[in-house]
Structures are given as structure tokens and as C-alpha cells.
């Protein structure tokens, strides 16, 4: 005998909640419902995380480890939801219920936590199979309350035993269960189970042959009574593929994910009718969701590409202001250099940026370089930097006295020589009467006293 499974998976925000923290798995191994809570956003991180690491075990696993395998899987979730209560404060007190069944062979393990339910349907009579653990029905196991009392108590929903930050040690109810042909499942949250009775749920699962078709009617049911909580629902009817009519197609293997795992899980109700319409009048826009890695399918959501635009103009716009200041502030230094031939006072950086010059001169002074001493020369031709304006120029006056004080004293011309009277070779005249001239001249003053004539030579003396 070949077993298989035929399912379908619904979920429903419900006509008050704004967000759908439930979360919900059918796959051709594994059924799973997790209701989340713990805050707006604590619920969807819980059932999703939940979800995330039981849906590695929707494969073949040997049937005499199913039990412990689920139950190290489920433990393991809950080690990741208290990880992420104490990385994230937002999501302290943040849990959720599980209701998971692992199917091997011809037997299922089945790992249960909270006050999600599962029900069989066989030989025509619906059971619920799981026990919630509220402090509801404590009190009807003491005996303290009947199944009518329990119905309208106030504290029905108030949990003993979840997985998450609001239980340090959770304990799981673990059995094995066989999967017989013709067997009907349904695993739930409270969002049903709480407004639809027993009796309607068996005459539901009776009346619909298609998995999908049945879930669809049950969240219309709960949807009807009120709707004021996530309603999740999985039906998987358990199929012997050696006994299929002829022409039959064998039942799909791909997974069904729903609620706040899934990539739809914000979207409105189903619920038709005036109490709907009056719901999403009252109701609050749900916020942005909480974004949650742990659990994605494998089509990935499509992104806008404008956060990338964005963030690259951002990135441009810092770079350039960096460049900008950086160019400004090497605007405002100053260096010595030289030309090659003269002292020249630059402003900028003596470094190049690859072809960009960082520096431009502003003054080339007349201190030739040749000038300058030796040791003085290699300090300007390997430029000398100056906090200011100022301080450059103080720099370039001193290189000037240097320069002047390194250079050679100018050459001294011997006067020319004279005849034995003293007199210049000449001439006396024009001696006389250049020095004169020039003396005038130079003056700018003329002498009222005639020229004197200059006496002959006395006899006996050579001309």
C-alpha cells in the first residue's frame, strides 16, 4: 500500500484583527498550524519561525523517527523564538501555538502545543483529537465547569503551554497515530474552533469532497459568527494510490503556505455581506509589516528598485560633498616652489590627483633659484609648505635676503692713470670742462665766473 496525501491550506485576517499572525503549512509530509501573539508584530515573527524550521522536515523520514524527530525540530523553534525575543525587545512575550502532524510511511507523528486543535473524520464521525492547554479546560478536567460554561467563559482563551518567550520549558503532547486510507484530517486555529461547534464542523467535513472547497466553507463559517480572530484552516485527506479510479490524477506534492508566512499574508478577508462591510470600515490600516527572514518561499518578492536609486543618490551626494571639502580645504594651503628658474609662491597642494593638478602659482617672484644656497635650492625645489598666505610670504622674504646675501659682490674698475702734473692724459679741458658740466648738471646750478683760459707752457718745458 501507497500512501499519499491530498490537502488544501486557508487563512482568513478575520473581520476585526488588522494582521494575520497565523501561519499555515500543508505539504505532501508535514501539516502544520501556528498561531502567533505576543503584540502586533511578536505573533507574525512566532508562527512564521515556527513554520520556517518545521517545513525542512516535508520529505521522506524513517518511520521509527518521526516522533523524536518532530519533537527536536519544534524544540528547536522555540529556541529561535526566545533568540529572537532576547535580540529584539520589541518581540518579548512574543510565542505561539503548534499543531503539527509528520507523516512517514503509513503512520503520522503528531507534536501539539496550545489551543490549535486537529480532528479526524472516520468511519463518518468526527473527533478532536488534540487537548487544548488552557486554563479553561483545566477547569473542565477538575470538574470544575461544564462544556456549556466553558463555552461562554471569559478566560477560554487564556493559554497554559505555548512555545516562546512566555514559557521557558515547553512540554509537547507527542503520539503516533496511524494514516488509514479514507481518513479525513483538519487541523485548525481558534479563530474556528472557537465560533464553530462540534456538530457543524463534522457535517462540514461530511458534505465536501474537495480539501480545498471544504476549508474555504469552514472560514465562511467562522467568518459568519463574527470573525474576530485569524481563522486558519488544513484539510488532507489521506489517499492509497494503488486503489485510484483510472484516469485519476495522483495528488500534488507542492506546499501550501498561508497566514503570516506566506508573501500574501496581508491581504483582506474573504468575508462577504454587511457584517464585512462594516468590519473594514472600523477596522485599522494594519502598519507596515514586520519583516521576517527565517521563512521565504522560493520566488522571491519583487522589490522597487527605487530604495536602490535612492541609496546610490545618497551615496553620490556624500562622496561628492567629500571631494568638495576636500578640494576646499587644499584651496586653502600654500607652498614654495619653483619653476625651474625662479622662487614661485603656489596655492593648493604640491601632490597631483593622478592628471589633476591640486595647485596653482600666484605669485613668481624675481628670486632667481640659482641664487639661493645649494642646501637652500633643494628645500624650494622640494617645496616648502606654509599654514597661510601669510606665512608664504614671510617664507619668500626670506629666501630673498637670502639670495641677496648669497650673491657675488659686483667688480671694482681701477680709475684710469695721469701724466706726471697730475692732470688726466685726456686733457685738462675736457677733464675740466666734463667735470664741470657734470657737476652742473648734476646740480642743476651754473657759475657766473668766465672760463678760465688755460695758461701756456712755460718756455724750455716740452708741449
Known amino acids: 500500500m501507497s500512501i499519499a496525501l491530498r490537502y488544501a491550506a486557508r487563512s482568513d485576517v478575520g473581520l476585526v484583527r488588522s494582521n494575520n499572525q497565523d501561519s499555515g503549512y500543508a505539504g505532501s509530509h508535514l501539516l502544520v ?20 524550521r518545521l517545513a525542512r522536515l516535508d520529505s521522506e523520514t524513517p ?3 518521526i516522533v523524536a524527530t518532530l519533537e527536536e525540530t519544534v524544540l528547536d523553534a522555540n529556541q529561535e523564538i526566545l533568540r529572537r525575543a532576547r535580540d529584539e525587545p520589541q518581540l518579548r512575550g512574543l510565542g505561539t501555538t503548534i499543531t503539527a502532524m509528520l507523516r512517514a510511511e503509513g503512520k503520522f507523528a503528531l507534536a501539539h502545543i496550545g489551543d490549535s486543535r486537529a480532528y479526524l473524520l472516520r ?13 479553561v479546560q483545566r477547569l473542565l478536567d477538575e470538574g470544575r ?21 512566555v514559557d521557558a520549558d515547553p512540554e509537547l503532547d507527542l503520539s503516533l497515530r496511524p494514516a488509514h486510507p479514507g481518513d479525513r484530517w483538519m487541523l485548525c486555529s481558534d479563530g474556528l474552533s472557537g465560533l464553530v461547534s462540534l ?17 474555504e466553507e469552514l472560514i465562511q463559517l467562522a467568518l459568519k459568527g463574527g470573525g474576530p480572530d485569524n481563522i486558519t484552516c488544513i484539510i488532507a485527506d489521506v489517499v492509497d494510490l494503488d486503489r485510484l479510479p483510472r484516469g485519476e ?8 503556505i498561508v497566514g503570516s508566512a506566506a508573501r500574501n499574508r496581508h491581504r483582506p478577508t474573504t468575508a462577504s455581506g454587511p457584517a464585512a462591510k462594516a468590519a473594514a470600515l ?9 519583516e521576517d527572514s527565517d521563512f521565504s518561499e522560493d520566488e522571491p518578492p519583487r522589490r522597487s528598485p527605487w530604495p536602490a536609486l535612492v541609496a546610490v543618490l545618497l551615496l553620490v551626494a556624500v562622496l561628492g560633498g567629500a571631494l568638495w571639502a576636500g578640494y576646499a580645504w587644499s584651496q586653502r594651503q600654500f607652498y614654495v616652489g619653483t619653476d625651474g628658474t625662479n622662487v614661485v609662491l603656489y596655492q593648493g597642494l604640491s601632490q597631483d590627483l593622478g592628471p589633476i593638478s591640486l595647485s596653482e602659482p600666484v605669485e613668481v617672484s ?21 599654514g597661510d598666505r601669510e606665512s608664504a610670504e614671510e617664507i619668500m622674504d626670506r629666501l630673498e635676503q637670502s639670495a641677496l646675501t648669497n650673491r657675488p659682490p659686483p667688480a671694482v674698475t681701477d680709475p684710469a692713470p695721469s701724466d706726471g702734473g697730475g692732470e688726466p692724459s685726456d686733457g685738462g679741458g675736457d677733464a675740466s670742462d666734463g667735470g664741470g658740466g657734470q657737476l652742473e648738471q648734476s646740480t642743476g646750478l651754473t657759475s657766473d665766473r668766465p672760463a678760465e683760459t688755460p695758461s701756456p707752457p712755460d718756455e724750455g718745458e716740452e708741449t
Open 33 to 52: 498550524v501556528a498561531d502567533g501573539m505576543g503584540g502586533h508584530a511578536g505573533g507574525d515573527v512566532a508562527s512564521s519561525v515556527a513554520i520556517g
Open 63 to 65: 518511520a521509527s523517527d
Open 123 to 135: 468511519d463518518d464521525e468526527t473527533t478532536q483529537i488534540t487537548k487544548d492547554h488552557t486554563f
Open 145 to 165: 465547569l461544564t462544556e456549556e460554561e466553558a463555552e461562554r467563559h471569559p478566560q477560554r482563551s487564556v493559554l497554559m503551554r505555548v512555545l516562546g518567550d
Open 199 to 215: 456538530d457543524t464542523i463534522d457535517a462540514t467535513l461530511r458534505s465536501f469532497e474537495d480539501p480545498g472547497q471544504c476549508a
Open 249 to 256: 490524477e495522483a495528488p500534488s506534492t507542492a506546499p501550501q
Open 282 to 290: 472600523t477596522r485599522e490600516e494594519p502598519s507596515a509589516p514586520y
Open 366 to 386: 624675481e628670486i632667481a633659484l640659482d641664487d639661493l644656497p645649494e642646501v637652500t635650492q633643494q628645500q624650494v625645489t622640494n617645496t616648502i609648505t606654509a
